[in-house]
């Protein structure tokens, strides 16, 4: 008998701000509370040695050609992916703080830098089984605390980063638009209630490349 239920890839996308490491914190947290076994996974993970350099030019301490600094980020989620194909087979739910949605919108959207191009390398990667957008309107985006000192936090870049996303939300199974401009309870309640469902789902359905 195989009684071994893996657990299920979730991940948070959405522009600066809009929550999604609150959102994750919480939904960790809460999946914890109901026995359900959970860890947090943040992209980029800055600890490991790529890490390192991705932080180093986000803090625009270096400059890196657009093509290497893609390659870099890509490389940063395939050095973890053993150890994710691990954690999923033993059960744990991985609640994932971006992904490659990020690195190929953030690539893409700058001058010469090809769709296609960005995709490629992130093929291979552990497929999520459900990605979560969360969206701000104008309005509300306005109201959160400021930019920090990162490459990409303006207002140009989120703008088109927010079109970006959309465009693909409109391109893929398994995705889940959710409007952020709720309260935090408010929208942690929705993808609750999602991921739980999710996680059922797929327990007993192998992982996907
Ligand atoms: P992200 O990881 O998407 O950049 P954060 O979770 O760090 O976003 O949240 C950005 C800021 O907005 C934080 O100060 C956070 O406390 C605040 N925040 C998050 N969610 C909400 C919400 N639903 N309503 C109001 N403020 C929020
Ligand atoms: N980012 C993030 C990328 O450009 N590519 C990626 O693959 C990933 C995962 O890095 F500006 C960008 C998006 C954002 C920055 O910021 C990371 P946070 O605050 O750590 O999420
Ligand atoms: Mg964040």
Redesign the pocket.
């Known amino acids: 008998m195989n009684g071994m239920r893996r657990g299920a890839l979730i991940v948070i996308e959405?522009?600066?701000?809009?929550?999604?490491?609150?959102?994750c914190k919480k939904l960790v947290d809460s999946l914890k509370a109901m026995s359900v076994n959970a860890d947090l996974v943040r992209f980029p993970d800055r600890s490991t040695h790529i890490g390192g350099l991705i932080d180093k030019y986000l803090k625009q301490k270096s400059h890196l050609c657009d093509e290497a600094i893609h390659l870099m980020f890509t490389a940063n989620r395939w050095e973890k992916k053993e150890e994710m194909e691990r954690l999923l087979k033993q059960g744990v739910t991985l609640v994932v703080?971006r992904y490659s949605f990020s690195g190929i919108v953030y690539s893409s959207i700058k001058k010469n830098m090809k769709l296609h191009w960005c995709q490629e390398p992130e093929n291979g990667l552990l497929r999520p089984d459900l990605v979560f957008l969360?969206t701000l309107s104008e309005n509300e985006m306005a109201?959160?605390?400021n930019f920090g000192d990162e490459r990409y936090e303006n207002t140009e870049t989120q703008e088109k980063v927010a079109k970006a996303f959309l465009d693909m939300s409109r391109e893929q199974g398994d995705w889940e638009v959710v409007p952020?401009?709720?309260?935090?309870e408010?929208?942690h309640k929705v993808l609750l209630e999602r991921a739980v469902k999710k996680i059922a789902e797929v327990e007993r359905k192998s992982i996907r490349n």
Do not use: C, E, F
């Not at 959405?14 to 959102?23: A, E, P």
């Not at 952020?180 to 935090?184: E, L, P, R, S, V």
């Open positions: 959405g522009v600066d701000r809009s929550g999604k490491s609150t959102q703080d969360l109201k959160r605390p952020a401009d709720g309260t935090i408010d929208v």
